[in-house]
Structure formats: C-alpha cells, structure tokens
C-alpha cells in the first residue's frame, strides 16, 4: 500500500514538460561539470539514463559519455543536537560559525529544513532510508536497530560504484557484541548489533552513541555541577564509549577536538578515493554539540565574556565548523568540490533553553525531543557548486528523509519498492518554478514521537502532545512561534489533517508489522 503524501515514482509522469525541462538543465550543468572535473570520468553506469529512458527522452537529448559518467561526490554532515539559532546564517550573533556560513552563502539554505524525529537514533534512520523510522522499529533514541531488509542510501550508492564511508555517531545498533560498549553495546545486546558495513558502508569509524566533545575517550569533570571541563591528563577514567572501525576497537587515545578526530579519517578516506578515481559518499555525524560539551582554550577563548557553560557549546560549535572548512578546503584542493554535494544538518533541536543552557531555537517553540517546531526545525544548507546558484534561501520544506529520493533521481536509478517518505528535491535544487516544485511546497509531512503527533500540510501544522487528544493547528507562514492555536476557528481543516495524519501513521503500522518486505 502506498500512503496519502508518499512519492511514488509514478509522480514523475505526471508532467513531462516540467521534466523534460528540467532534466535537460540538469544534463546540460552535468556535461559542463564532467568536462572540467579530473575524477568520475570512466566506468559507471550513465546518470539520469533509467529516467530519461523512462520518460522516452533519450533521443530528445545529445548524452556525451562524459555526460552520462559525471556521478557527483556526496557528503552528509549531521551535527548533534544544534539548535535552529545556534548558527550565525540564522542570524546567531554571537556564535562563531564562519565556514557554515560561507556555505550558505554559496549553497542553498532550507528555512524549513526537518530532521524526522526529534531526537536522534530515528532521524539517522531517515537519513539513509528515505522513510519515517517507525516504519522499521526506530522510534526513538537507543531502540532498535537498522533492519538488514531495509535499503540503504550506501547500499543503493555502493552498487552504483561509490565508495562509501560512515565517520562518527552511528546510534543505529551497537559496534560490538563482546564485553560493555556505549549505550548498549557488548554481549548483553547482541541482537541489536548493527556495524555500518552491514548496510552498504565499505568502512566506518564510529561510536554507537555520544561522547565527549573533547578528549572524547575520557569522562569529563563537572564544573561545579553546572558544566564540564576538559579532563586533566593525571585523572582520566574511561567514558565507556569507544571508536570502532572493521578492524574492531580504535585503541587510540583521540586526544583533542572530536570533530577533528572524526574529520581526520573523513578527509583520509575522500582523498583515497579521489585518487582511486571513485566517487563518494561520505557520512560525518559530529558528535557536537551533544553533551557533553567540552572545548580546548582556542575554541573557548572565543567567548571568553561568557559563562563556562556557553563557552564550552560554543567552543565546541565553532570547533565544528572549524572541521567543515577543512573539509571544503580539501575538497577544493583536490579538485572535486564543483561536483561535491555537501549537506548539512542537525539530527535534532537543542537540548537547552535559551535562558538557563545554551542551545536555541528561538523563534521557534520547543526544543529536543518536541514536535513543535524547535524539536525537528534545524539548520540545513547543501553547497552543490555545480548544480546550485550561491546564496539562495528557500522556505520549503524539506526533510531528512528526502535524501535518498533526491540522490536515486539524480543518479536515474529506482525508488526501494515500499512507502518512502521524503520526496527527492531536485526541483527545489534547481528553482524553477513548476508543478512538481509546487508538489513540494504543498507536501504532506508527517511526525510522531512518544504520545506526540504532527501533520504538516504546505504551511499548516496539525500537532497534539497527547496522541490527539488535546489539537493544535498552527499555520506557520504566519505563526512561526505556533503561539496561536487555530483548531476552534479552523475545525474543517483540523478534521481533514487529523484524518490525514492517522490515514499515514496507518501506513507506518503497516510497515512496522513486516508488509514492506
Ligand atoms: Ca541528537
């Protein structure tokens, strides 16, 4: 059964003239980009091919090989529990984000960018899956674990000739089955052991769940209860979390900035492919700036007027971003950034409130773990030198789910054959007007996460805290903050959401009792 609001790759006959259009736009920017780019020339399949036979265009359009081979380098950088605000592009004064910023000056920014869930292990889910996490057993932080019957965005990329690696916080399943690890890892949980490299991913250095900031191997000392310090070497005591890779247990010390740590082994990994001459796909999920939050002085003295505690989250954001810059320089000094999708995101909202711990998602209401919008509402750029005009903002809404739609129809293969949730955003990417941009400003989005709901329909919300028993329609084109609450004046559209929503979480039901496969 394929859901109301689910695309389906039907959706893409619907108006052959919008295609035909855009596609010819996007195979004219992809012969342009495969002549100037020294990688990802020889021996793939053709890009866009299966789509362009499918819509009969084939003979419409001149395919150079060089056109057909042109498979962009893709990167998805998550951070961990950063609020909207908590980035200078949206307007954070005071943080110190400089490379995000300048992404967002040269890529396309998403207003309305949605991680699935409001807390983490289930967005990570969406992210490689394209659908909403209960439909296979994530529903929220610590449970389950990525099915071996879902398809993966590495498994999907991986067949397509890319070479495919995950660097940082995995949280979809434990690393290890033997002893104690993480969360839940070790032989207490084996059935929930779940490495990267069993869905798609050629290597991995990765923890299970959070660590520190800094000195990630090692537990930091609260500050006075209120806050944590970087550990001294003398009182070291293990955290209990611990890097894996498929050699097993990383026994190194890791010392210093953990994005630095988890960038230094992404950036080894893209420059050995670059030289392969493989495309990529590379996964960073900082673990910043989950708690705990440390940072080193050269971080921290950047808001030294602060209090420690906000020195410390947004030491260890600005360390963060620090990392991307490194990332955006490598990529350019190799060559392959014109043709390098990076993305950026946060898994979910901040933990804080704005006035007693850092983390902000002002204007929004809500933070972790929420369904209004400051819970699932998070930064989002991608930078696509080729493909995308810099310094755009847009405010439709996308999700985390929809990057494996986005990536299938730009390499022209097939949709898994089971409900998706996201749609792919390529006509948002390329911002021309048309039905199926229209499609997507109009989408139908849904949430849950413990008793909470929320339907997203355009720019209304339809959200309840208590599986519907007490209704909130919002509409957020005016009421960003949702502090207006529409339902007693709006009982037809909050009927025809409600049913929606149900007729959807249905659908999850469906999936999650094993229909899908
Ligand atoms: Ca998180």
């Known amino acids: 059964m394929i859901p109301a609001g689910t695309p389906t790759v039907m959706r893409h006959h619907e108006n052959q003239q919008d295609e035909s259009t855009l596609l010819h736009h996007f195979l004219q920017k992809y012969e342009r980009v495969a002549a100037e780019s020294p990688v990802n020339k ?27 081979s042109a498979k962009p380098n893709i990167v998805l950088i998550m951070a961990d529990d950063l609020g909207w605000s908590d980035v200078g592009f949206n307007g954070n004064s005071v943080v110190r984000t400089p490379q995000l910023d300048a992404m967002a000056s040269n890529g396309l920014v998403f207003d309305r960018f949605y991680a699935a869930a409001p807390v983490c292990s289930p967005t990570r889910g969406s992210c490689l899956t394209g659908r909403h996490p209960y439909r296979y057993g994530i529903p929220t932080a610590n449970a389950g674990h990525m099915l071996p019957e879902e398809v993966t965005l590495a498994e999907i990329l991986k067949e397509q000739g890319y070479a495919t690696g995950h660097f940082g916080k995995w949280h979809l399943g434990t690393l290890t089955k033997e002893g104690k690890d993480s969360n839940r890892g070790g032989d207490r949980n084996q059935q929930h052991y779940a490495p ?52 097993g247990r990383v026994d190194e010390a890791l010392e210093g900035d953990d994005s630095k740590v988890i960038m230094d082994r992404a950036v080894e990994f893209i420059e050995g492919t670059v030289k392969a001459e493989q495309p990529f796909f590379t996964v960073v999920w900082f673990h910043a700036p989950h708690l705990p939050v440390v940072s080193g002085k050269r971080w921290t003295d950047l808001y030294a ?26 990529l350019d000094e190799l060559g392959v950034k014109k043709n390098t999708m990076v993305w950026f995101c946060a898994d979910n909202g901040p933990e804080g409130q704005s006035f007693s711990a850092p983390g902000s998602a002002w204007p929004l209401s809500g933070r972790k773990r929420s369904l209004r919008e400051g819970g699932i509402r998070v930064p989002g750029i991608l930078e696509w030198p080729a493909m995308v005009s810099g310094g755009r903002r847009t405010n439709v809404p996308a999700v985390t789910s929809d990057y494996l739609p986005t990536i299938v129809e730009i390499l022209g293969t097939s949709l898994p054959d089971r409900p998706v949730d996201g749609m792919s955003l390529i006509p948002v990417i390329a911002g021309k007007s048309n039905e199926r941009l229209k499609a997507i400003e109009t989408r139908k989005l849904g949430f849950q996460s413990a008793k909470q709901f929320a339907w997203m329909h355009g720019s209304l919300k339809y959200y309840s805290p208590d599986m519907g028993e007490t209704d909130f329609l919002f509409d957020l084109n005016s009421d960003i903050s949702e502090s207006s609450n529409l339902a007693q004046k709006r009982p037809e559209a909050l009927r025809i959401m409600k049913l929606a929503f149900l007729d959807w979480r249905q659908s999850c039901v469906d999936s999650a009792n094993g229909e899908d496969y």
């Open 305 to 330: 007027t602060l209090g420690g505690y906000h020195r410390n989250y947004y030491g260890c954001i600005s360390a963060l971003d620090h990392q991307v810059g490194r990332l955006r320089a490598k």
């Open 42 to 68: 020889v021996g793939f399949l053709p890009i866009c091919v299966q789509m362009l036979l499918c819509l009969g265009l084939v003979n419409m359009i001149p395919l150079t090989s060089q056109a057909a």
């Open 196 to 247: 990267p490299t069993e869905y798609g991913f050629d290597t991995y250095f990765s923890t299970e769940a959070k660590v520190p900031t800094w000195d990630s191997q090692w537990a930091p000392p609260k500050h006075g209860g209120k806050w944590w310090d970087p550990v001294a070497p003398t009182k070291r005591k293990s955290y209990g979390t611990s890097y894996w890779t498929p050699d």
